[in-house]
């Protein structure tokens, strides 16, 4: 895996830096305990219920990520034991992730997650939207939007995922290079076991990787 990231990164014409994000939904604790043995800093969950059992269990031994939708009344669950959440993509969402960071007095870091490739079963904010999203974000004082997410769809082609990161990308940087309130942009959340290559040749610096890692989930 490492070694694959690393020929990606060489073969990106940003040579960044990529942080491997385990995406541990429905592998176990010992799955997991086994991975931050073998260097892994940061796990990626996309069930609240389930992070949380996690949590209980691994305690701070690692960073935890919510990458899936989230629904606005388990926020609470969540706030004070996540470092990151990949998936914000409405206001109702943002108006109660500052409320609860509020009450910890904590400020909450945030990647908006955009719906580049229109897939109606997909989460996110259309690229339109998304400067007045932006915008509307700068009441929010606990909040902190770090950059940007996207899933992109599955494809036999991996090649023609690579539009959909270009464009995040260009998304990206024009929002770094206006200044936005509360916006601090660092990363970009882009790439999963089938596109991660390519995602970062695009310039991804955090890729979520579940199968890749762990091989197929158990249902
Ligand atoms: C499951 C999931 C992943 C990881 O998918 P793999 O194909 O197993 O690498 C990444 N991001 C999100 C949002 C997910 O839900």
């Not at 990106?12 to 995406?23: D, G, H, P, R, T």
């Not at 629904?71 to 206001?91: A, C, P």
């Not at 897939?119 to 509307?136: A, C, L, R, W």
Request: hydrophobic share 35%; glycine share 6%; net charge neutral.
């Amino acid at each position: 895996m490492n070694k694959n990231i690393n020929r990606a990164i060489e073969n990106s014409k940003y040579n960044q830096e990529v942080k491997l994000i385990a995406v541990t939904k429905n592998f176990g604790v010992e799955e997991i305990e086994l991975a931050i043995e073998n260097g892994i800093t940061d796990i990626g969950e996309n069930r609240v219920q389930e992070l949380v059992e996690k949590y209980k269990i691994l305690g701070d031994k690692v960073n935890y990520h919510m990458i899936g939708h989230l629904q606005t009344n388990k926020v609470k669950y969540i706030i004070d034991k996540v470092k990151l959440i990949h998936s914000l993509d409405r206001l109702s969402l943002a108006k109660e992730i500052n409320k609860r960071a509020e009450k910890y007095d904590i400020i909450m870091d945030t990647l908006i997650q955009i719906n580049i490739s229109k897939e109606e079963t997909k989460q996110g904010i259309s690229v339109e939207e998304v400067d007045e999203f932006i915008n509307s974000l700068s009441e929010f004082k606990n909040i902190r939007v770090k950059g940007l997410m996207t899933i992109a769809p599955y494809e036999n082609n991996i090649e023609d995922t690579r539009w959909i990161f270009k464009e995040l990308k260009a998304i990206y940087q024009d929002i770094k290079s206006k200044n936005y309130k509360n916006v601090d942009m660092e990363i970009l959340s882009m790439g999963m076991t089938n596109d991660y290559e390519i995602a970062i040749e695009e310039g991804s610096t955090m890729v979520r990787v579940g199968t890749g890692i762990f091989g197929k989930r158990k249902y």
